[in-house]
């Protein structure tokens, strides 16, 4: 059967991680896995720049974990579950770090999500929302 | 002979592993979540299986992207606790059934599923909550335990049809071992969830309710809902629920609702669990 990677595109909001963008982001995924020992995580986050430079990463890559900005990562072929190991070095929630993606701060977000979570109507379609 | 007895479904948020770990399961945010898993500690009790193969995904955890297997079995005496960079949870060891494992590994590969096997596995977030909210907190856990990761974070993931299928075939392994084990299919993840991009937080709690009906009822029509309905209707990372597929394909033709229980929110993720065992009838058609 042949793949159809184009089919995600039209889901808002939505970075599909596929075996293409795992080729993408190989090498920042596998700077996020060394995050799961904790001497790493020490050196990580006493010289970030240094520790990033040891990875085979593009710039882009870098300056989106130096900035956290988590949807640069996700636009480089980042994956969260990954970028997880990122924002548990420094003992952030999901929650915590999944809010800097939306266009809501973190108080907003859980107020949402008590509330039973963001409705999926007009969220189905980029065409419906008028953004493709 | 060996059986299978019973399957459970549940999400495996990685916050309620949290939760039991720090103490924090009768706050207030957090109760009425726990208190909906209280039904389910109570009959595991009195239903505890020697075995549950539980069918889990790892969250870049143990697998990095050096190796991403489809569908993985841990065949191990036992399988230590992931630092999913948090440190790992203080939970006790996970013991595995080797022989099962082997038996059930060996009879996919012949029934044409290529499995990876792993003689060496330590465990995330997916299988180890699972185990806590099913069996709260022992010194030891009271079963053994079958790991079967499947691949459900990168895109191709194996389809619905496949997902049902392999479960199936796990019924039937079980079934031609030849030592007298009660054998419990569990499917975890889920439900609707979405943890990145601009659309995060969605939750789907009607989509939910229908895919626990279907699964139940309609499985056979329910295994052909495209990759692309998931993540559309339950979120980039509500593709999970493939998983339950599994454990529905294992139980049989027909099956019995023991408990069903939803609760929003877990942290980010729409909190579903079912209990179901196979019924009387169904037993009689394959015997």
Redo the contacts between chains.
């Keep these: 059967m042949k793949?159809d990677?184009e089919?995600?595109k039209d889901?808002?909001?939505?970075?599909?991680?596929?075996?293409e963008k795992?080729r993408e982001?190989?090498h920042l995924?596998?700077f996020?896995?060394s995050?799961?020992?904790?001497p790493n995580?020490e050196k990580f986050l006493a010289d970030e720049r240094a520790y990033l430079d040891e990875w085979d990463m593009t710039e882009d890559q870098k300056q989106a974990v130096l900035t956290r900005d988590?949807?640069k990562m996700?636009d480089n072929g980042g994956?969260?579950?990954?970028l997880?190991?990122i924002?548990?070095?420094e003992?952030l929630?999901?929650?915590q770090a999944?809010?800097t993606?939306?266009?809501m701060n973190v108080e907003q977000?859980q107020a949402?999500?008590?509330a039973?979570?963001?409705?999926?109507e007009g969220?189905?379609?980029k065409k419906e929302r008028g953004e493709a | 002979m060996a059986k299978i007895t019973a399957g459970v479904a549940t999400s495996h948020v990685p916050a309620v592993g949290a939760a039991v770990d720090m103490g924090r399961t009768q706050d207030p945010y957090w109760k009425p979540m726990f208190d909906g898993y209280e039904f389910s500690k109570t009959w595991m009790k009195s239903n505890t299986p020697d075995v549950a193969i539980v069918i889990y995904n790892d969250h870049a955890s143990y697998f990095g992207m050096e190796i991403m297997p489809t569908f993985a079995i841990g065949v191990a005496e036992s399988f230590e606790i992931c630092d999913e960079g948090y440190g790992p949870r203080p939970i006790p060891v996970v013991d595995g059934a080797p022989e099962l494992a082997t038996h059930l590994a060996a009879s996919l590969i012949l029934d044409d599923f290529d499995m990876t096997v792993l003689n060496v596995l330590e465990v995330d977030h997916g299988l180890t909550v699972p185990l806590s909210l099913m069996f709260g907190t022992p010194d030891k856990w009271p079963a053994k335990i079958i790991p079967v990761a499947v691949n459900v974070v990168m895109y191709p993931q194996p389809s619905g049809e496949r997902c049902f299928a392999i479960g199936k075939a796990i019924r039937r392994a079980v079934e031609q071992f030849d030592e007298d084990l009660d054998v419990q299919v569990w499917g975890t993840g889920g439900m609707s969830h979405q943890i990145q991009g601009a659309r995060a937080g969605l939750i789907n709690l009607p989509w939910d309710q229908q895919f626990m009906d279907d699964l139940i009822n309609q499985p056979e029509v329910l295994q052909y809902k495209p990759h692309l309905e998931y993540m559309i209707e339950a979120g980039s990372e509500g593709v999970e629920l493939i998983m339950w597929l599994i454990m529905r394909g294992a139980l049989g033709e027909n099956v019995d609702e023991v408990y069903r229980f939803n609760h929003v929110p877990g942290s980010n993720t729409s909190v579903g669990h079912l209990i179901l065992t196979p019924s009387a009838d169904t037993d009689k058609t394959e015997a």
């Design positions: 793949p990677f089919q995600f889901i808002p909001g939505t970075t599909i991680f596929t075996i795992a982001g190989f995924n596998q996020c896995m995050l799961r020992k904790a995580r988590f949807q996700l994956n969260v579950y990954f997880a190991k924002f548990a070095t003992g929630s999901y929650v999944v809010s993606m939306t266009d977000y949402m999500m008590l039973g979570g963001r409705n999926i969220w189905r379609s």
